[in-house]
């Protein structure tokens, strides 16, 4: 859950500081005094909730529970972009890689613009243009960052197409997280990619390893 500050945080974790503490952020302290009332949690979760809530009341300790939080141009940083390519659809390896920046400085919860490296769009040009319409090759996109379990693809792409403008997507858990478009008319690579849920990814995986080292400290 990224919050209006954007600082991003395990959805249950902020809603139990949330109904314990106050509705500000952990990180800087953007938001709100007040507690948000059990109300707004949904209605199948509120037994859950309020028995956490009342525990926690009942200890004499400070709440427990973990909160991380993510700088996001740091989660971006460590993006990595690979065109692969293949003659068959199973056997690919990397045609050209790339890191990627945010092509503005504001940042959407949604889908945003990113730049590749110069020599991305021009590899990645130059071998679309000496393939010819039907030529038997397989083209794909992986996107990979140091805190994804495993690599995100795109489907396969036949170079049977005659369009001049090619598209991959990116999918997880059945959502798009990043879309790939060149077109060979204005030899540009376009990126896009929904930030949110690239952080959201990447936190889940934090969080997993936290909750692991405590309950199993080395």
């Known amino acids: 859950m990224t919050l209006p500050c954007g600082h991003t945080f395990n959805p249950t974790v902020i809603a139990v500081h949330f109904l314990y503490q106050h509705m500000r952020c952990p ?3 953007a938001g ?3 507690v948000m009332r059990l ?3 949904p209605t199948d979760m509120r ?3 309020r028995d956490k809530l009342q525990s926690m009341r009942q200890s004499d300790g400070p709440p427990v529970g973990l909160l991380y ?3 996001v141009a740091n989660v971006e940083q460590d993006l990595l972009l690979t065109v692969e390519v293949s003659i068959t659809p199973n056997d690919f390896s990397a045609l050209a890689q790339t890191r990627i920046s945010r092509a503005e400085p504001t940042i ?3 889908f945003n613009t990113y730049n590749t490296q110069r020599s991305f769009s021009r590899i990645l040009g130059t071998f679309l243009a000496r393939r010819t319409a039907g030529s038997d090759v397989f083209l794909r996109v992986r996107l990979t960052h140091p805190l994804f379990v495993h690599p995100l693809y795109s489907a396969a792409f036949a170079m049977t197409d005659t369009t001049s403008v090619h598209k991959f997507l990116i999918s997880q858990h059945n959502q798009c997280i990043a ?3 060149y077109t060979s008319q204005k030899h540009g690579c376009g990126v896009e990619i929904h930030t949110s849920r690239i952080v959201e990814t990447c936190l889940a995986r934090i969080q997993q390893a936290l909750m692991y080292y405590v309950n199993f400290p080395v």
Request: a negative charge; aromatic letters at 10%.
């Open 27 to 29: 990180v800087c302290r």
């Open 32 to 34: 709100y005094d007040g």
């Open 39 to 41: 109300e707004c949690v």
């Open 47 to 49: 037994d859950a909730f």
């Open 69 to 71: 939080a993510v700088n």
């Open 108 to 110: 959407s919860t949604s």
């Open 179 to 181: 879309r790939l478009h």
